[in-house]
């Protein structure tokens, strides 16, 4: 099997159920990723058991386990993958998501014919039970995510991103929503160069908002992407006056999604 210099950052803390899952998706693809780094995010005995399991299933020289000594986040748990890993590119995954078994193989292909390319993310599809990959769309075409995309809305989650090892910018570190859209948005007020994939290779088994998880907590998801908006204003001074049009567009999405969630 073709080994490609990607390393692979799993955060876990509450989903030690769902982490053989998202680990067997990275181990069973056809290009095999150069490592995966899993990091104990304060996430006590369960998942500290599960870890140990999987690394004896997978071999440490390949599964690697960054134990922090108390909850810290996704996005500081992310960069910690990130500060040891070994790759030129790092690729992140949620622990309760999966990947399309070529997501490697298809993205990394990608950034390594465009190494200008700082951040690549793809579409994905949200499933109830297990994911049948062989109906997922894999169309070949890209698009260029430029900065007034991503204002308006993040364009790809987390699960998707690849991003260059090198990449200057990190993960807010205290900031536990929106993090990856504050990321996305810091890279494209930098100018450098954003692609979404237009194939699905990955899947979640929750609805972005109003489930399990994080998304679950709205009124911080609200706060947290106008968390963001402030940062990248700060980035860019000249787009102050923008926030008096982003943060109603904001606030309206907000409303939309806690009506939906009511009538669902």
């Not at 000594?69 to 070994?86: D, I, Q, T």
């Not at 290779?201 to 994080?214: Q, R, T, V, W």
């Not at 787009?239 to 009511?262: C, D, G, Q």
Request: with cysteine; glycine share 6%; proline share 4%.
């Amino acid at each position: 099997m073709t080994v490609v210099p990607v390393s692979v950052v799993i955060p876990c803390y509450r989903h030690a159920e769902t982490l053989e899952r998202a680990v067997a998706s990275v181990a069973r693809q056809s290009a095999r990723p150069l490592e995966l780094i899993v990091i104990n995010d304060g996430g006590g005995e369960s998942v500290g058991n599960a870890l140990k399991d999987l690394q004896i299933q997978y071999g440490a020289d390949w599964l690697a386990i960054v134990t922090l000594p108390e909850n810290a986040g996704a996005g500081e748990a992310r960069n910690a993958g990130w500060a040891v890993a070994r790759g030129a590119y790092v690729a992140f995954l949620d622990a309760d998501d999966a990947w399309h078994p070529r997501k490697i193989e298809i993205q990394y292909g990608y950034v390594a014919n465009h190494p200008d390319v700082a951040v690549c993310g793809h579409r994905h599809r949200q499933e109830i039970a297990g994911a049948d990959w062989n109906g997922y769309e894999l169309t070949g075409r890209s698009y260029e995510v430029k900065l007034v995309h991503l204002l308006l809305a993040n364009r790809f989650i987390t699960s998707s991103a690849m991003v260059r090892r090198n990449l200057a910018a990190r993960f807010a570190t205290r900031q536990r929503h929106m993090e990856d859209f504050r990321l996305w948005l810091t890279v494209a007020a930098r100018r450098e160069r954003i692609v979404r994939l237009e194939d699905e290779l990955a899947c979640i088994y929750k609805a972005p908002f109003g489930e399990s998880g994080l998304s679950a907590d709205m009124v911080h998801m609200e706060i947290g992407e106008l968390q963001t908006y402030w940062a990248t204003c700060r980035e860019i001074p000249f787009l102050f006056p923008a926030m008096l049009l982003l943060v109603p567009y904001s606030l309206v999405k907000f409303l939309r999604r806690l009506i939906s969630i009511s009538m669902s």
